[in-house]
């Protein structure tokens, strides 16, 4: 549940007040600004037992006007003034008794004094004793009592009454969840000025929640909430100018918005103020900038600040490389559940940097990342299965997890699945499903996916056996550094004719160019393609699965 959180600050003294000796002279000093004179007025007025004198002298002496501030007598004065039935007193030694402000913090002091008050009809007597009944603060919780309170306080035009009155609405707290309702009263506190409603209004109109969805009306509010401070409609403000979301993207503006917030301490506007400074957008490039806002977001917790941070230390980025800081914003962002943290904080502990080397607390942190479903971690984990690394080795575990990464387009994980099948481990041995997968991770230039393909077609496993689609895939396996693939592709060149090798080197330049999946489709939908077909066999050398 979400508590009713707003407390209203001290009631303005009232000019004039009630007439009495000295109380004129008083009112007429304080007005000028002579605070001296107007205290010795309001105490000889407060000495004839004038509950508005005594009011006054509360009020001068909790803002320290022509006396040390001084809260207990401040207390003093608006006991004496609020036990004559002044409202206004009642209301700020409830408040007093609310905060803690020249006594003792208690709560059920502060429900009685905002309980008198409120029954004279005081709007913000009446909003705060909502909040107390709405959150059970000094008195049992009663959200159908608060929201009578927040009703009466409403009906007189008060804003914060207003917007309490939506939040119970949009949450359905002491009555029925109607968003068109909780949609009223955030338009009545919004339409003076109130930034918080004006903030959720602009959330309403942005997910069309008991309104219809208008983007431009969502612009409107959240920006007449940023424009008076409110870091949060600073931040959605920043993203929608940075995203181009309803506004035309401007990443200074963007930046703009981010400063705002971020400087108030808003930890999503920090981490985004990183981003656009390492990155160098709507602002000049600079790491050291950005490592200052990630470590700001990050020391108030923001997980994604802390594994992005982990991840500048990890490799130099804007600070000296400190592998074992990187650890540190690693873990701590691991311990909260990130799943990038747990995957990077597993390599840490794989490698042994930073971290003396552990291969069972690698794959504690693989499992946990991998279990969130990040196919990094998915891949690794199975690698650790396949080879036995702080596990015991279990070839259908790491297909498991191969599966899982693969089917989220990791290459390397595609390849290692093909390969798998390739070779019957953990799995079946079954051609075309290596064929399948080792064609996914050679579509992203996988080196060795393009080789083991070209392997597949040179030797007409599950595929039609085809030399010049086998020379192309292995030409550009080694083009990418892969040495087997240029043995393989030296020793189909002896069996191609030269108008052959010739169409085989524009199909791996095809296939650099537009990818292997589509280039192959649509060689093979080609005459040239269908009548490609050797039976001279090469003996081909495939490219073993990789940690």
């Known amino acids: 549940m979400r508590k009713i959180i707003w407390i209203l600050g001290v009631v303005c003294m009232a000019l004039p007040g009630l007439a009495s000796a000295g109380l004129d002279e008083g009112i007429a000093a304080y007005k000028r600004?002579?605070?001296?004179?107007?205290?010795?007025?309001?105490?000889?007025?407060a000495a004839e037992k004038n509950p508005d004198a005594q009011f006054k002298l509360g009020y001068m002496y909790v803002n320290g006007q022509g006396v040390p501030r001084d809260e207990s007598e401040a207390v003093k004065w608006y006991t004496l003034a609020a036990n004559q039935g002044d409202a206004d007193a009642q209301f700020n030694l409830g408040l007093m008794y609310d905060n803690d402000q020249g006594i003792l913090k208690d709560q059920s002091q502060a429900v009685k004094w905002y309980t008198l008050s409120a029954k004279q009809g005081n709007a913000h007597a009446q909003v705060n004793l909502g909040r107390m009944y709405a959150n059970g603060q000094g008195v049992p919780k009663n959200e159908s009592e608060a929201v009578k309170l927040y009703t009466l306080a409403a009906k007189q035009g008060d804003a914060v009454a207003q917007y309490s009155l939506g939040i119970m609405s949009l949450y359905g707290r002491g009555v029925l969840k109607d968003n068109s309702e909780a949609v009223k009263w955030f338009t009545l506190a919004?339409?003076?000025?109130?930034?918080?409603?004006?903030?959720?209004?602009?959330?309403?109109?942005?997910?069309g929640q008991g309104v219809p969805k208008d983007e431009s009306e969502a612009v409107k509010w959240y920006t007449l909430a940023a424009k008076q401070g409110y870091a949060r409609a600073q931040f959605n403000l920043g993203s929608m100018y940075a995203n181009g979301q309803w506004v035309p993207r401007d990443d200074s503006e963007a930046?703009?918005?981010?400063?705002?917030?971020?400087?108030?301490?808003?930890?999503?506007?920090?981490?985004?103020?990183?981003?656009?400074?390492?990155?160098?957008?709507?602002?000049?490039k600079d790491e050291s900038e950005a490592v200052k806002w990630y470590t700001l977001a990050a020391n108030q917790g923001d997980a994604d600040a802390q594994v992005t941070l982990g991840v500048m230390y990890a490799n130099g980025q804007g600070v000296p490389k400190d592998e074992s800081e990187a650890v540190k914003w690693y873990t701590l962002a691991a311990n909260q559940g990130e799943a990038q943290a747990q995957s990077d904080l597993g390599l840490m502990y794989h490698f042994g940097q930073g971290v003396p080397k552990d291969e069972s607390e690698a794959v504690k942190w693989f499992t946990l990342s991998a279990k969130q479903g990040d196919a990094q971690a998915q891949y690794n984990l199975g690698a650790m299965y396949h080879f036995g690394q702080g596990v015991p080795k279990d070839e259908s575990e790491a297909v498991k997890w191969f599966t899982l990464s693969a089917k989220q387009g990791f290459a390397q994980a595609q390849y290692n699945l093909g390969h798998m099948y390739d070779d019957g481990q953990g799995v079946p041995r079954d051609d075309s499903e290596a064929v399948k997968w080792y064609t996914l991770a050679a579509n992203q230039g996988n080196a060795d996916s393009l080789n083991n393909l070209g392997v597949m077609y040179g030797n007409g496993r599950s595929v039609r056996?085809?030399?010049?689609?086998?020379?192309?895939?292995?030409?550009?396996?080694?083009a990418k550094g892969n040495a087997l693939g240029t043995q393989n592709r030296d020793g189909n060149e002896k069996a191609l004719t030269l108008d052959q090798l010739n169409r085989a080197q524009a199909l791996s330049s095809k296939m650099n160019k537009d990818g292997v999946f589509k280039t192959i489709k649509s060689y093979l939908a080609s005459r040239e393609g269908q009548r490609d077909n050797r039976s001279f066999t090469i003996k081909q050398v495939r490219h073993s699965i990789s940690d």
């Open 255 to 284: 930046v703009k918005w981010f400063t705002l917030a971020a400087k108030q301490g808003d930890t999503l506007a920090q981490y985004s103020l990183g981003l656009m400074s390492q990155y160098g957008l709507g602002a000049l």
């Open 33 to 45: 600004g002579d605070f001296k004179t107007a205290l010795t007025e309001f105490k000889a007025a």
């Open 190 to 207: 919004a339409g003076q000025g109130y930034a918080l409603a004006q903030f959720n209004l602009g959330s309403m109109y942005a997910k």
């Open 465 to 478: 056996k085809n030399l010049i689609l086998a020379y192309a895939l292995e030409n550009l396996a080694g």
